[in-house]
T-cell receptor
Framework: AQTVTQSQPEMSVQEAETVTLSCTYD???????LFWYKQPPSRQMILVIR??????QNATENRFSVNFQKAAKSFSLKISDSQLGDAAMYFC??????????????FGEGTQLTVNP | GAVVSQHPSRVICKSGTSVKIECRSL??????MFWYRQFPKQSLMLMAT?????????EQGVEKDKFLINHASLTLSTLTVTSAHPEDSSFYIC????????????FGPGTRLTVL
């Protein structure tokens, strides 16, 4: 079974600064997807960024980028130019690529990000 | 596109009653729907996976007789909490995947259940 670990329960960053959230995972599969989801106070889950394991290039979405280290099974999220609206709970998630394993997501424990003005 | 709605957003009920929560995919046909439970400041815990027209697959430790899931159509899944008790109070979230590009789950806004 796959596991996802987020070792930082809480993080804080100053507005306009950069912050990195950590995530590690354990799997025996070679092909899979990794995601970062954001859950603001409204509790609506929002997809921030995804990475396909077979792609070596790190995914980027505007101010959000990842550092995907497949051998180390590490998938960190970097938020640049942090904004007050980035304050939320962030979840790292794993999904197997193979349909026989189902399309279920395995979530980490979450990191609560505070953005200070 | 890819909007998922849940109804109701909040529900308060008395202990012993049953509560039904609806999850709808508004602009796509959902091949698979998922039901999660989330306690305050905790992660999402998958309860069950359902496909249209077939029985739901429950995660280990989830009582299928307690949490009844019906996936009647490609756009609607329902979760019924039977004989609810205060310990069932939680935030329930559904999600759905669509078509062949099903790597992404689209999440509903969640339902807060409070059992008195």
């Amino acid at each position: 079974a796959q596991t996802v670990t987020q070792s930082q329960p809480e993080m804080s960053v100053q507005e306009a600064e950069t912050v990195t959230l950590s995530c590690t995972y354990d799997t025996s599969e070679s092909d899979y997807y990794l995601f970062w989801y954001k859950q603001p106070p409204s509790r609506q889950m929002i997809l921030v960024i995804r990475q396909e394991a077979y792609k070596q290039q790190n995914a980027t979405e505007n101010r959000f980028s990842v550092n995907f280290q497949k051998a180390a099974k590490s998938f960190s999220l970097k938020i640049s130019d942090s904004q007050l609206g980035d304050a939320a709970m962030y979840f790292c998630a794993y999904r197997s690529r193979w349909e026989t394993s189902g399309s279920r997501l395995t979530f980490g424990e979450g990191t609560q990000l505070t953005v200070n003005p | 596109g890819a909007v998922v709605s849940q109804h109701p957003s909040r529900v308060i009920c008395k202990s012993g009653t049953s509560v039904k929560i609806e999850c709808r995919s508004l602009d796509f046909q959902a091949t698979t729907m998922f039901w999660y439970r989330q306690f305050p400041k905790q992660s999402l815990m998958l309860m069950a996976t359902s496909n249209e027209g077939s029985k739901a697959t429950y995660e280990q430790g989830v009582e299928k007789d307690k949490f009844l899931i019906n996936h009647a159509s490609l756009t609607l899944s329902t979760l019924t909490v039977t004989s609810a008790h205060p310990e069932d109070s939680s935030f329930y979230i559904c999600s759905a995947t669509r078509g062949t590009s099903n790597y992404e789950q689209f999440f509903g806004p969640g339902t807060r259940l409070t059992v008195l």
